[in-house]
């Protein structure tokens, strides 16, 4: 792969994932119940322990490391948590990483750093590039569709995010040197995305390919300038102060959809057009499929300013400037469906 990507090798096809165990000497397989399920019989040789990822809060993760038997390398097959897990794991032992995404709801699977958790806080830490990315079009379809069409979530964020960073620039806020060309790249990715909304919906070979690529184009972007300001922003902060508020995973595409959804209303940035967009890719986004209620979310939309304010990691967005109050709450809501 070219550099930037953070994957080292890719192995891509129907059935890719065939055989790999033989290849990747002593493994340990870093993975849940259904994707170990979908994937053991298909990789050759049974690894030296399988780790099933109960949450990515570090102090679990460093009891893991404390029993880990020796081996080469650290397999990752799941969604977000179970890669992130497998690339914390790996980071911290200095091994060799090995991902396979049974979903893409997540880009986990293509980014250097792993998400975990501290006191349900979100940490992203560490470095780990897989070697390869294993992309089996025959796992990745055992899936539910919608959840393979919520990868999109990460790429569609470049949305919002980007016009958050213009905005932070505009206000002489930007934490960074202010790029162009990066935003110019995210524009890019979006309208080749887009293109391809019919296939990402179908699930075919080439729209799961198209959310992969849409991935490897944004490194290759963020990891060029050093930070991912074009697909971060407003919108993942909601997700934050949500996860943290209700202490509950979500499915990171769906709850990302939300949150590009409000947060474009917020900035007065093509709210329809994105809705759009959504509908015709088929990717959940309304707080029903999350079980979040209206009382809930109208909580954390109104709280949003002084949750991002408390944290000074976190970059400047529209969120910093523009007023949430409870009547836009409460017409942004009313465009959303509850359960």
Same mark, same amino acid.
């Given at each position: 792969?070219?550099?930037?990507?953070?994957?080292?090798?890719?192995?891509?096809?129907?059935?890719?994932?065939?055989?790999?165990?033989?290849?990747?000497?002593?493994?340990? $397989?870093?993975?849940?119940?259904?994707?170990?399920?979908?994937?053991?019989?298909?990789?050759?040789?049974?690894?030296?322990?399988?780790?099933?990822?109960?949450?990515?809060?570090?102090?679990? =993760?460093?009891?893991?490391?404390?029993?880990?038997?020796?081996?080469?390398?650290?397999?990752?097959?799941?969604?977000?948590?179970?890669?992130?897990? $497998?690339?914390?794991?790996?980071?911290?032992?200095?091994?060799?990483?090995?991902?396979?995404?049974?979903?893409?709801?997540?880009?986990?699977?293509?980014?250097?750093?792993?998400?975990?958790?501290?006191?349900?806080?979100?940490? /992203?830490?560490?470095?780990?590039?897989?070697?390869?990315?294993?992309?089996?079009?025959?796992?990745?379809?055992?899936?539910?569709?919608?959840?393979?069409?919520?990868?999109?979530?990460?790429?569609?964020?470049?949305?919002?995010?980007?016009?958050?960073?213009?905005? $932070?620039?505009?206000?002489?806020?930007?934490?960074?040197?202010?790029?162009?060309?990066?935003?110019?790249?995210?524009?890019?990715?979006?309208?080749?995305? /887009?293109?391809? #909304?019919?296939?990402?919906?179908?699930?075919?070979?080439? !729209?799961?390919?198209?959310?992969?690529?849409?991935?490897?184009? =944004?490194?290759?972007?963020?990891?060029?300038?050093?930070?991912?300001?074009?697909?971060?922003?407003?919108?993942?902060?909601?997700?934050?102060?949500?996860?943290?508020?209700?202490?509950?995973?979500?499915?990171? !595409? /769906?709850?990302?959809?939300?949150?590009?959804?409000?947060?474009?209303? #917020?900035?007065?940035?093509?709210?329809?057009?994105?809705?759009?967009?959504?509908?015709?890719?088929?990717?959940?986004?309304?707080?029903?499929?999350?079980?979040?209620?209206?009382?809930?979310?109208?909580?954390?939309?109104?709280?949003?300013?002084?949750?991002?304010?408390?944290?000074?990691?976190?970059?400047?967005?529209?969120?910093?400037?523009?007023?949430?109050?409870?009547?836009?709450?409460?017409?942004?809501?009313?465009? =959303?469906?509850?359960?």
């Amino acid at each position: 792969m070219t550099d930037h990507t953070n994957v080292i090798s890719l192995r891509s096809g129907s059935d890719a994932a065939r055989g790999l165990g033989r290849d990747i000497g002593r493994y340990v $397989a870093v993975t849940m119940d259904i994707p170990w399920q979908v994937t053991a019989d298909r990789l050759g040789k049974p690894p030296e322990q399988v780790i099933f990822v109960e949450t990515v809060e570090e102090a679990w =993760l460093e009891e893991r490391l404390r029993n880990l038997p020796p081996c080469d390398t650290i397999l990752g097959i799941g969604g977000g948590q179970a890669i992130d897990a $497998a690339k914390y794991l790996a980071w911290r032992k200095g091994l060799r990483l090995v991902s396979i995404p049974t979903i893409l709801s997540v880009n986990a699977f293509a980014t250097p750093a792993a998400g975990i958790r501290r006191n349900h806080e979100v940490a /992203y830490v560490g470095t780990a590039s897989p070697d390869p990315l294993v992309i089996d079009y025959g796992i990745l379809r055992t899936a539910p569709p919608e959840l393979n069409i919520a990868g999109i979530g990460d790429l569609l964020s470049i949305h919002t995010a980007s016009f958050d960073w213009t905005h $932070a620039h505009t206000q002489g806020r930007s934490e960074y040197p202010f790029d162009p060309a990066a935003i110019a790249g995210g524009r890019r990715i979006l309208d080749t995305l /887009y293109r391809q #909304l019919p296939q990402i919906r179908d699930n075919s070979d080439e !729209g799961l390919m198209a959310i992969v690529e849409g991935y490897l184009d =944004l490194n290759r972007i963020c990891l060029g300038i050093g930070h991912f300001r074009i697909e971060e922003g407003s919108e993942h902060y909601l997700f934050y102060e949500l996860e943290e508020r209700l202490q509950r995973p979500f499915v990171h !595409g /769906y709850i990302i959809g939300m949150g590009i959804l409000l947060m474009s209303r #917020l900035q007065g940035n093509d709210e329809a057009g994105i809705r759009e967009v959504m509908q015709e890719a088929g990717l959940p986004h309304h707080p029903d499929i999350l079980g979040i209620s209206r009382p809930d979310l109208k909580a954390s939309l109104l709280a949003l300013r002084s949750f991002v304010a408390r944290r000074s990691h976190l970059w400047h967005t529209c969120i910093n400037d523009i007023p949430i109050t409870e009547a836009w709450a409460d017409e942004a809501l009313d465009g =959303l469906r509850f359960g």
